[in-house]
């Protein structure tokens, strides 16, 4: 089955203990991004990678961190996290041969930073 | 600019009733359109998408389409059902950029 998965999807932390949020895709797409979803804000783009080894910020990539060492693969890394970085984030993937748009989502990781 | 408006929700109806969310860009040139879904405790999934001026998109009983003289993309379904309770993104494409509208919750009730 094609799909997105992120893991965990729920975690509760506090402020300033690093932690990851995986990303995988088993449909050998080229682009990954990670987003954020906040109430009344829509989702926010953090960061993308159009392919390995390849990355660029989104619109709030500030206190994030991303690596694409594999096709597959997408980590989203908060290496000190704060209270302000509490949401619900998605991570998504699709093949850009002019249709980035159409992107599959994984489930939704919820992230509590107390 | 560069934002997609969508109306505050929630929206709240009765079965069959017949739906319309608002949704209005701003852009420089001329962005593809889509809107989203997300259902309950899910991801967001493509509904249905626009590419050109005048294009009319359509999946599931929805449509939408691509006024370029307005610059909108409301969405319109003619009979809701309880299954299309969700929240709903109108979102546009530039490049290898996606900006979201804030989202529509819809509630339809029996």
Known sequence: EAQVTQNPRYLITVTGKKLTVTCSQNMNHEYMSWYRQDPGLGLRQIYYSMNVEVTDKGDVPEGYKVSRKEKRNFPLILESPSPNQTSLYFCASSSPRGRIYEQYFGPGTRLTVT | ?110
């Open chain 2, 1 to 110: 600019g560069n934002s997609v408006t969508q109306m505050e929700g929630p929206v709240t109806l009765s079965e069959e009733a017949f739906l319309t969310i608002n949704c209005t860009y701003t852009a420089t040139g001329y962005p593809s359109l889509f809107w989203y879904v997300q259902y309950p405790g899910e991801g967001l999934q493509l509904l249905l998408k626009a590419t050109k001026a005048d294009d009319k998109g359509s999946n599931k009983g929805f449509e939408a389409t691509y006024r370029k003289e307005t610059t909108s993309f409301h969405l319109e379904k003619g009979s809701v059902q309880v299954s299309d309770s969700a929240v709903y993104f109108c979102v546009k494409a530039a490049g290898n950029k996606l900006t979201f509208g804030g989202g529509t919750r819809v509630l339809v009730k029996p």
